[in-house]
């Protein structure tokens, strides 16, 4: 079975910056492509971005793209997201997901796996 945690969220000021962590644990990490998602209080769990199994091919969020930076270390069954400049709207919740294919998905119904869940907050 697979096990995802997150960890790294907490409250940061307007342009700040954070590192989450999704420690990823149960079979070969670089068997799954892995993603970030964000759920903001009363809305939708959104893509953020992605990563492949080899950690090749990323993808990102147009909110995101310049500020946020995906990766992932194999060996450590480790993903990572650098999280720059951020802006109050940053704010949510911040998942891990893993789906068994090598590619990047944006959608959350292509994720089997999912972790608890991780809080980020920006104050402006």
């Known amino acids: 079975q697979v096990q995802l945690v997150e960890s790294g969220g907490g409250l940061v000021q307007a342009g700040g910056s954070l590192r989450l962590s999704c420690a990823v644990s149960?079979?070969?990490?670089?068997?799954?492509?892995m993603g970030w998602f964000r759920q903001a209080p009363g809305k939708e769990r959104t893509f953020i971005g992605g990563?492949?199994?080899?950690?090749?091919?990323?993808g990102y969020a147009d909110s995101v793209k310049g500020r946020f930076t995906i990766s992932r270390d194999n060996a450590k069954n480790t993903m990572y997201l650098q999280m720059n400049s951020l802006k109050p709207e940053d704010t949510g919740v911040y998942y891990c997901a893993a789906r068994v294919n090598f590619g990047i998905a944006r959608n959350v119904a292509e994720y089997a796996y999912w972790g608890q869940g991780t809080q980020v907050t920006v104050s402006s």
């Open positions: 990563i492949s199994g080899s950690g090749g091919s990323i």
């Open positions: 149960g079979r070969i990490f670089s068997y799954y492509a």
